[in-house]
């Protein structure tokens, strides 16, 4: 078939430029963003480890000296919750600001 909708493709070239690539495409913005996303995560780093240290301090002042597999468990828990909140705000903030939620908005 070769009616309107069924033109082969090599008959009309594509006369618009190609875009500059932009947000993650654009590899000096991919690396000023990414960098940015590791500078959170050291932070959230830094305050996970923070947040488990306060918490094993309480811990041991209510309950006495606490058994190794206990302050593991905090420090899982407690870090590793404070990390993922880190992560996934930090991953949501790197989506956005690079332009991947207007991308998903934009049908070519």
């Not at 690539?21 to 959170?40: E, K, N, Q, V």
């Amino acid at each position: 078939m070769t009616g309107p909708l069924h033109a082969p493709s090599a008959a009309a070239p594509d006369a618009r430029p190609s875009p500059q690539p932009s947000g993650l495409g654009d590899p000096g913005y991919a690396a000023f963003a990414w960098a940015r996303f590791r500078t959170i995560m050291a932070w959230m780093t830094l305050a996970a480890a923070a947040c488990a240290a306060a918490v094993i301090t309480a811990m041991a002042q209510i309950q006495g000296p606490l058994h190794l597999v206990t302050m593991l468990a905090i420090l899982g828990g407690v870090g590793g919750s404070v990390m993922m909140a880190g992560l996934l705000m930090g991953l949501a903030f790197l989506s956005s600001g690079t332009g991947h939620d207007e991308d998903v908005t934009r049908l070519d």
